[in-house]
């Protein structure tokens, strides 16, 4: 039996870049953090013939064609079994659906997992290019490229998305002071609201590529937060990064009607006056995890707590993408 686990993310500014419709015409740059909360994937030859899934749902079919999930039944058709006989199960750590790269970790931990039950090795910056290969060429997808890379390759990375598709990534140079700030003083909570992020990224696509002026400025914007943040956090600022998120968030929501609604903002103004420097939510936006940096985190705890939202508390995952049982 192969156990894979693949982290998910948290983006730390200049999300929303990675789009292939921005960054082809004026490259992109963000940071993003992976998490300890993760997919898991467990692949198995089972003692019959054919595929059995399990997952939010149940699969047993006799031919890869046959796999009603999209991701599974295009990575499976990659590697050309020729007589099927293949058990793949799916845990994971936090629901789909809730801003934190779970799609892009579920490909990079699938793709992972095979290429372990195969006896072959794939390097990190191959494993993400080819999780967004499957996502963006092959299933159409309107994403970005963070999540499967940041998923792939751990830690707090920055990532430059250049015209020709080259993916740069490196290690944002932190202190371990600022390290301890960040995973002491960031703190995600869900705000009970799950949403597919495709119709937001769709929008995003469509505009971006008729070069629309305010979708195009709003972008260029968050590239710019994105250096800032960069910087504020290798200064060890972790004030000035908060102050940051709280711009991102502004500027954010102006990208689409769709990016909060009327709880979500109560939260945000509630947190914003109980300890709260600056926050957004995680991932495209509508719902999911609302992340906020902290100068009091006891008592920004005891606010969303008395209204409702329940905490993740995170470390940081150095390891990306790895095989942990084989």
């Not at 046959?66 to 936090?94: A, C, S």
């Not at 009327?262 to 926050?279: E, T, V």
């Amino acid at each position: 039996m192969i156990i894979v686990r693949s982290p998910l993310r948290i983006s730390l500014g200049g999300g929303g870049t990675d789009l292939q419709s921005y960054y082809k015409e004026h490259e992109g740059f963000l940071i993003a953090a992976a998490i300890d909360k993760y997919v898991y994937i467990t692949i198995n030859r089972p003692f019959l013939e054919g595929i059995y899934l399990k997952y939010s749902s149940i699969e047993n079919v006799k031919d890869v064609s046959e796999v009603q999930h999209k991701i599974i039944r295009e990575v499976l058709k990659m590697q050309n079994f020729r007589t099927p006989q293949i058990e793949i199960t799916t845990l994971t750590d936090i629901p789909s659906g809730t801003g934190l790269g779970s799609s892009g970790s579920f490909t990079t931990g699938l793709l992972k997992a095979l290429f372990s039950y195969r006896k072959r090795h794939i390097h990190q910056e191959e494993l993400a290019a080819l999780a967004c290969h499957v996502e963006i060429d092959r299933l159409g997808e309107p994403i970005g490229k963070q999540d499967q890379y940041i998923a792939a390759i751990g830690g707090i990375t920055s990532f430059a998305f250049h015209k020709d598709d080259r993916v740069i990534s490196a290690p944002v140079n932190l202190s371990v002071d600022t390290l301890f700030d960040l995973e002491d003083n960031l703190l995600l909570f869900f705000t009970g609201f799950a949403r597919s992020a495709s119709s937001i990224l769709n929008d995003q696509k469509v505009r971006s590529e008729k070069n629309d002026e305010s979708m195009i400025s709003n972008l260029h914007y968050v590239k710019e937060l994105g250096y800032r943040s960069k910087n504020a956090l290798e200064n060890g600022d972790t004030q000035l990064f908060g102050e940051l998120m709280h711009e991102h968030w502004e500027n954010k929501k102006r990208r689409s009607g769709s990016m909060t609604n009327s709880d979500i903002d109560n939260w945000y103004n509630l947190a914003m006056k109980n300890g709260a420097i600056g926050g957004k939510l995680v991932g495209a936006g509508g719902g999911g995890f609302l992340m906020f940096m902290a100068k009091d985190k006891l008592k920004l705890r005891k606010a969303m707590k008395e209204n409702g939202l329940e905490e993740v508390r995170f470390k940081f995952d150095f390891e990306g993408t790895k095989v942990i049982h084989s």
